[in-house]
């Protein structure tokens, strides 16, 4: 097993890290105040080859490996966990199973699209149905020459600026998780709409927002895979989405980090900068421990992707680690910077919001463990 990342994912991280510094963290704390979309940032990601950035190079995307993929979002996470996500969200769940899945027909319109400049989404969780994604009710039913859906998901990631989503619908209820189909939606399909956007706690960047179908008209060549087989497609794609949440996770624990040493370095308290106190030494220790092991665990699981290996428990694993390191660490970082670190004066009250998530989204911690035992046991 090698250990080291190679040339090109070293080049990778170098300019992300120097992208991020440059163009994200100076607007985190505004994107997060004003909860606005930075369409600028994403634009620009869009030139330098992030958004597509796993697509093959025939379809206008950077051809990068699995590996580049997940250091792309840990260190634009770093300082922009909100950031992190809308990239995540596009490559991993909307790209991913377009390469997958997809016809020749359908790669050739979709992929290029979203290699310059159409964002991307996936739709799955409905109100009734999240942890529980089997018992969807949306519902695509076959007429001539193309598919009719009914229903509502909500919860959707890039929700009110996507162009393109993989939505998976009912086409045969009598037929539980057999009977569900994926698709290829476009935004201006007659039918399609956007419904609520949500305010939440945290990741204020990401556009959050209900979508809705009522007798969306969706052309049957848009059928992504093979009618029955949506179930198997979502969770696949949940595998490969998982990694990009770790990455995510890991960026966010590694930026708070970051920004409790240098507090703890210029912070006086009993005549010297609490960084000299033992306590908040051990404290960084235990950080950097898990911080190095979540990443072993996040490009294990993305190399063994990109190796076409099977890497279910593998990307359950990453998941659920660095998620709650990055819950743990954050609130720790927030302890060391004592009262400043409630105010909005300093970034980690939004990095310890932001982390939040990466414990709920593509599968909770709980579903993580049951994946994992599932595959143990
Ligand atoms: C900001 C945000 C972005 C999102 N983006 C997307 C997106 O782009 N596309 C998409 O399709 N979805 C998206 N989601 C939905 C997300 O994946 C779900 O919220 C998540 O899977 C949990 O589902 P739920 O909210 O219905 O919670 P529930 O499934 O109702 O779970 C509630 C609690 O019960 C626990 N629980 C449930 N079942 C079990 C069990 N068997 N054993 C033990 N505990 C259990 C859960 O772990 C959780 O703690 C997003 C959600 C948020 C908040």
């Given at each position: 097993?090698?250990?080291?990342?190679?040339?090109?994912?070293?080049?990778?991280?170098?300019?992300?890290?120097?992208?991020?510094?440059?163009?994200?963290?100076?607007?985190?704390?505004?994107?997060?105040?004003?909860?606005?979309?930075?369409?600028?940032?994403?634009?620009?990601?869009?030139?330098?080859?992030?958004?597509?950035?796993?697509?093959?190079?025939?379809?206008?995307?950077?051809?990068?490996?699995?590996?580049?993929?997940?250091?792309?979002?840990?260190?634009?996470?770093?300082?922009?966990?909100?950031?992190?996500?809308?990239?995540?969200?596009?490559?991993?769940?909307?790209?991913?199973?377009?390469?997958?899945?997809?016809?020749?027909?359908?790669?050739?319109?979709?992929?290029?699209?979203?290699?310059?400049?159409?964002?991307?989404?996936?739709?799955?969780?409905?109100?009734n149905a999240g942890s529980d994604a089997s018992k969807g009710t949306t519902t695509a039913v076959l007429d001539g020459d193309h598919y009719v859906l009914n229903g509502s998901k909500i919860f959707i990631t890039n929700g009110y600026v996507a162009d393109i989503f993989v939505v998976f619908a009912m086409t045969d209820p009598s037929k539980g998780t057999k009977g569900i189909s994926a698709f290829i939606v476009e935004k201006d399909f007659p039918g399609f709409s956007v419904g609520k956007h949500e305010e939440k706690m945290g990741l204020h960047g990401s556009p959050t927002a209900e979508i809705v179908f009522t007798d969306c008209i969706v052309p049957k060549e848009n059928l992504l895979g093979v009618a029955g087989k949506g179930f198997s497609i979502a969770m696949q794609t949940l595998d490969g989405g998982r990694i990009g949440i770790a990455a995510q996770a890991l960026g966010i624990a590694e930026g708070a980090m970051a920004k409790a040493m240098e507090f703890t370095k210029s912070r006086v308290q009993f005549g010297k900068p609490i960084s000299k106190f033992q306590n908040t030494q051990f404290k960084f220790a235990d950080m950097q421990v898990a911080i190095t092991a979540g990443q072993y665990l996040t490009y294990a699981a993305a190399a063994k992707k990109g190796e076409g290996k099977r890497f279910t428990l593998d990307a359950a694993m990453a998941k659920l680690f660095t998620s709650e390191n990055a819950m743990k660490i954050t609130t720790e970082c927030l302890q060391m910077f004592g009262g400043y670190g409630y105010t909005k004066d300093y970034p980690i009250e939004r990095m310890m919001r932001d982390a939040k998530i990466t414990e709920i989204y593509e599968g909770t911690s709980e579903v993580q463990r049951i994946v994992i035992s599932g595959n143990i046991l």
């Open positions: 097993m090698d250990f080291n990342l190679t040339r090109e994912q070293e080049l990778v991280r170098k300019m992300m890290r120097s992208f991020t510094e440059n163009e994200v963290e100076p607007i985190a704390a505004e994107t997060d105040r004003t909860s606005e979309y930075p369409a600028e940032t994403i634009d620009k990601l869009f030139r330098y080859g992030v958004m597509g950035m796993v697509v093959p190079k025939e379809y206008g995307g950077a051809g990068a490996d699995d590996v580049c993929g997940a250091i792309a979002i840990e260190e634009i996470s770093k300082a922009c966990a909100s950031t992190g996500d809308i990239v995540a969200t596009h490559n991993g769940l909307c790209c991913g199973p377009i390469m997958k899945h997809g016809t020749p027909e359908q790669k050739a319109k979709y992929l290029p699209m979203l290699t310059s400049g159409h964002v991307g989404a996936f739709a799955l969780t409905e109100p």
